[in-house]
């Protein structure tokens, strides 16, 4: 997970580059968003936007 | 100009694809690549911005540009001279890779690439200063990591890494894109004289750290090249995030110093990036790695404000000798530290043994390893002095330094 939101944030800073750089100082807020969704989100909820994901 | 730019940038990115095409690179390859292209970003542009001052050269164009550097230039000689030429040629040595560089290539070419790049009248010892600097350590940090050696000079320029790109290429980003300019010629004696002990000090939390990892965990302080054993004494003993919080209290400084408060706000994102991927990797490696030591160290360690006195898993013992001169003394001072016994001996020299350590101590930084478990202030003491005491020993070491690092006898 923490990869793919990694490589999300990635190919938005090069596809919008009037906003890259903010983008990129941003990029430890992708960090804590995959951490909260790991362990704060709800299994119910989380376990299936997962698989869905990644399948 | 443009088509020359985008040669300097996709060039090698292009080497790098058919570098990997030709031979796959194993894991600790690619991780030694990636190493060396952001050691060379760092140093780079620091080697850039130090030939900009000197008149070395200057660069003619105003797009994409970063503090007068064009950043296309900047990252594709970081991929060039990092982990394109290292994967395209990993068995050749980097002062032999860069020197028909620097002789040939710049010799016939760098006074040709007006207007990108006007070559001042000292160009060429501008070109030496980059190489010595930046792209042939970047190369050694590569092959090192590739090949699990030179422990201590792969963390000493890891560390390199990290201020450059943290506390020069970061702030410059942050400049850029909220406004504010370095103006370092501009700021008043005062400010120096306030602005570098106290940057200094944080900066011994952050290479305390990193030694410490290096010496006891066998391994560095990025997650990629993780250390090889669960790091609980010295500085760690204290607190669970030393480097987090020393580029923090860096920012904060660095921030003041320069009037800048979206440097200080760095320090708001090094609280979050330690909230995720800190915390991340602490879950899916530290925690896997070491089921039943992490957790009881978490417990007992915070991740951000230091403990006054250590959390100490395991006493640790000194060594003194009566007839030895100061032994009686240091026994004397050392008498409120936790943790920590004093057993006479008979041999003159004093020896630091902790169950929990790989590296034991002997001599001065026996007692200075002995002095971390008095409190927080003598534990930045006592790292400062090994930092400079082994520091200089691992990095001149002509053989191997991994030796430097094996279990003590």
């Keep these: ?55 | 100009m443009w088509a020359l730019r985008w040669l300097l940038l996709l060039g090698p990115i292009a080497l790098v694809v058919l570098a990997l095409r030709l031979k796959p690179a194993n894991r600790r390859q690619q991780i030694g690549a990636l190493f060396a292209f952001l050691y060379g970003l760092g140093t780079i542009f620091i080697g850039h911005q130090i030939a900009l001052w000197f008149g070395w050269w200057s660069y003619g164009w105003d797009a994409l540009m970063l503090a007068g550097l064009p950043v296309d230039i900047v990252i594709g000689g970081a991929i060039l001279f990092g982990p394109a030429l290292f994967l395209l040629l990993p068995r050749m040595g980097p002062i032999w890779l860069c020197l028909p560089i620097v002789l040939g290539l710049h010799g016939s070419l760098f006074n040709s690439l007006q207007p990108l790049v006007t070559a001042g009248p000292d160009w060429f010892a501008g070109v030496v200063f980059v190489f010595a600097t930046a792209h042939i350590p970047a190369i050694y940090l590569a092959h090192w990591t590739a090949e699990d050696t030179h422990l201590p000079r792969r963390v000493a320029l890891l560390a390199i890494m990290f201020g450059a790109n943290a506390f020069v290429v970061l702030p410059s980003l942050i400049m850029t894109a909220m406004g504010g300019v370095w103006a370092l010629d501009a700021k008043p004696i005062w400010g120096w004289i306030v602005f570098l002990p106290s940057f200094c000090l944080a900066g011994l939390l952050g290479l305390a750290a990193v030694q410490t990892l290096a010496l006891q965990g066998q391994g560095t302080a990025i997650p990629l090249d993780p250390t090889k054993r669960l790091v609980r004494t010295g500085i760690y003993a204290y607190v669970c995030n030393p480097m987090q919080l020393s580029s923090a209290l860096g920012w904060i400084m660095l921030g003041m110093f320069l009037g800048n408060v979206w440097v200080m706000l760095a320090a708001a994102m090094a609280w979050i990036f330690v909230h995720g991927m800190v915390r991340w990797h602490h879950r899916h490696d530290l925690l896997k790695r070491f089921p039943t030591g992490w957790p009881e160290y978490r417990a007992n360690v915070t991740e951000w404000v230091p403990r006054w006195r250590p959390w100490i898993k395991t006493r640790a013992t000194l060594r003194l000798c009566k007839t030895t001169p100061g032994h009686a003394q240091i026994a004397a001072f050392l008498k409120s530290a936790h943790g920590l016994d004093i057993a006479w001996v008979e041999e003159r020299k004093a020896y630091y043994e902790n169950p929990s350590n790989i590296y034991q101590y002997s001599g001065l930084n026996a007692v200075a390893a002995a002095l971390a478990h008095m409190n927080f202030a003598m534990m930045l003491i006592a790292h400062a002095w090994l930092l400079i005491a082994l520091g200089v020993i691992a990095l001149g070491a002509k053989h191997n330094a991994d030796q430097m690092f094996r279990r003590s006898s």
């Design chain 1, 1 to 55: 997970m923490m990869q793919l939101g990694t490589l999300i944030q990635l190919v938005l800073i090069v596809s919008l580059p009037t906003l890259a750089l903010y983008l990129a100082l941003g990029l430890p807020v992708v960090f804590l968003a995959v951490e909260l969704f790991e362990t704060r989100f709800p299994a119910s909820l989380r376990d299936p936007i997962r698989s869905w994901i990644l399948a």
